[in-house]
């Protein structure tokens, strides 16, 4: 499996920006993409998550109100729209995909691809 991410840059706060991630391989045995980021100094984060087959979303406090996962399974590609972005969401976005049976599976992801940066200036 190969994710790739797209879609970062530079956007004022109070902006909006939507990021992709397209993923190729055995994509039949996905439970599910998410995105997670990552601050400088700071660990990585859960954000959001879509399960690959059914309607399930998840999401991280910080963020449900403001950002949504959707997903095109026919494209293979999960979008993050994020809007109303604030300083505090610059960082390193990556997509993941979550094999993982069961209906826990936004909780463990097996493959990552290589990020892309958000930056939100005040």
């Known amino acids: 499996v190969q994710l790739q991410a797209s879609g970062g840059g530079v956007v004022q706060a109070g902006g909006s920006l939507r990021l992709s991630c397209a993923a190729s391989?055995?994509?039949?045995?996905?439970?599910?993409m998410g995105w997670f980021r990552q601050s400088p100094g700071k660990e990585r984060e859960f954000v959001a998550a879509?399960?690959?087959?059914?309607?399930?979303?998840y999401y991280s406090d910080s963020v449900k109100v403001r950002f949504t996962i959707s997903k095109d399974v026919a494209k293979n590609t999960v979008y993050l729209h994020m809007n109303s972005l604030s300083p505090d969401d610059t960082a390193v976005y990556y997509c993941a995909v979550s094999k993982e049976p069961g209906h826990l599976w936004y909780k463990t992801f097996d493959y990552w691809g290589q990020g892309t940066l958000v930056t939100v200036s005040s």
């Open positions: 879509a399960a690959w087959s059914g309607s399930s979303t």
């Open positions: 391989g055995r994509t039949f045995s996905f439970s599910g």
